[in-house]
């Protein structure tokens, strides 16, 4: 059944028009696999924008490195390029250059700095499958970079994850460190996910999201769904048994279905996307405005409000389909950050996206009347 994950690989790297592919039980780790082939360990530094997922930090936690932070520029919410050089030290082995929901990162800016230090630079494309820098699929820019497929991704296999490697050496190096460590998923927890997947496109797409959502959450206090992520992955940095885990066979089943329809999904969330410009633009609400040269796919669309946990209040008794990210600097709002090295205070453009930022849906089911509603919805309250 080895076959379905090395077809599934096959077609990712093929679209990235990339030679290797690697796919994993989730996206964290293959951030982990790149980290550990690239040799990052005990006293080195990695940089990460100041805007994140805990799960982008527990890796580097997980090989004794240090994150370092760098503040966000407050209109695509990606790492501000003028804040990265004051951010390298001579112990810097690796900047991770994330593309939030979907915003190309200022590559260019980002590889010359690199370069200039003798550093490499690992693209986060969790967010943003499809998006475009100066003509150039993100995620085939930096020596390696890794996708998301959990289930409120661009696309999704459940849980899931891929890292994509440039660079022949470094291949080889994950392909050895999977070879020697890599372990199948258990049975049961493959035969889980499946059935998690089944119960997502029955009831996950529709407007119950909400009440899909808790009864999710509730499942998974239960034990009888498996959560993307455990209590322990927030606030320790201790590696959690069984994080080193292979992609099982479903998931890669559900990904090459997912890569056979990819364009039309990128094509609905741009059509989408322009809708929300448009009628948010006509109420008078400030708009993100990217640089010509990149062609964002999203995966949510990210507002700014004044009054960001009321509105999520009220949307969940609306039945309003309002997402949250990012909670904190270090997503989710549980993150003990300081045992991330994360210091209040240092990052303020993230900490005051992380109080005013809400998003709202783009998910392939996203109807032009689902986005009338969302905008109705959101325009009631005041933008930040
Ligand atoms: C979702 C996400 C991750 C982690 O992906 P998993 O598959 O859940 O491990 C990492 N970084 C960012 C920016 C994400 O959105």
Redesign the pocket.
């Known amino acids: 059944m080895l076959r379905h994950v090395r077809n599934y690989e096959k077609g990712f790297a093929e679209y990235f028009r990339v030679e290797r592919a690697f796919a994993f039980w ?4 293959a951030l982990y696999a790149i980290l550990k082939a690239l040799g990052v360990g005990d006293g080195d530094e990695v940089i990460l924008p100041g805007y ?2 805990v ?2 930090v527990n890796p580097v936690k997980y090989l004794g490195a240090r994150p370092v932070f760098v503040d966000i520029e407050p209109n695509t919410y990606n790492m501000n390029v003028e804040l990265l050089e004051e951010a390298i030290t001579a112990q810097t082995r690796v900047i991770i250059a ?1 593309h939030t929901y979907g915003y190309p990162a200022e590559m260019d800016a980002i590889m010359e700095i690199a370069q200039s230090h003798g550093i490499d630079v690992i693209e ?1 494309c ?2 943003a499958p499809g998006s475009r820098y100066k003509g150039k699929l993100v995620g085939t820019m930096g020596i390696a970079s890794y996708f ?3 289930w409120n ?1 661009t696309y999704t296999t459940g ?3 891929m890292a994509l490697c440039h660079n022949r050496e470094l291949a080889d190096k994950i392909q050895q460190f999977c070879n020697d460590e890599l372990k199948d998923a258990a049975f049961s927890k493959a035969v889980l996910l499946s059935m998690q997947r089944m119960v997502y496109r029955a009831v996950i797409y529709p407007r119950t999201t909400m009440t899909a959502r808790r009864l999710f959450r509730w499942l998974i206090t239960k034990g009888i769904v498996i959560g ?2 455990s209590s322990q992955e927030k606030t320790t940095t201790a590696i959690p048994q069984g994080f080193f885990t292979a992609m099982s066979s479903g998931q890669a089943k559900a990904g090459l279905a997912q890569l056979r329809c990819i364009e039309e999904n990128f094509a609905h969330r741009r059509k989408m996307a322009k809708l929300y410009d448009s009628l948010l633009r006509e109420k008078k609400w400030p708009v993100t405005e990217v640089p010509d040269y990149t062609e964002p796919v999203l995966v949510r669309y990210p507002v700014r409000i004044t009054e960001k946990w009321q509105a999520i209040k009220e949307a969940v008794s609306c039945g309003i389909e309002l997402g949250t990210w990012f909670e904190s600097p270090l997503h989710p709002k549980e993150t003990k950050v300081d045992l991330y090295d994360y210091k209040w205070g240092s990052c303020p453009e993230a900490e005051r996206a992380a109080g005013e930022v809400v998003n709202l849906p783009l998910h392939p089911r996203t109807s032009e009347k689902t986005i009338r509603r969302m905008v109705e919805f959101i325009t009631r309250y005041q933008f930040a």
């Open positions: 989730k996206g964290r780790v994140t997922c799960m982008d994330q986060d969790c967010l998301s497929s959990q991704k849980l899931g994850g993307s992520s």
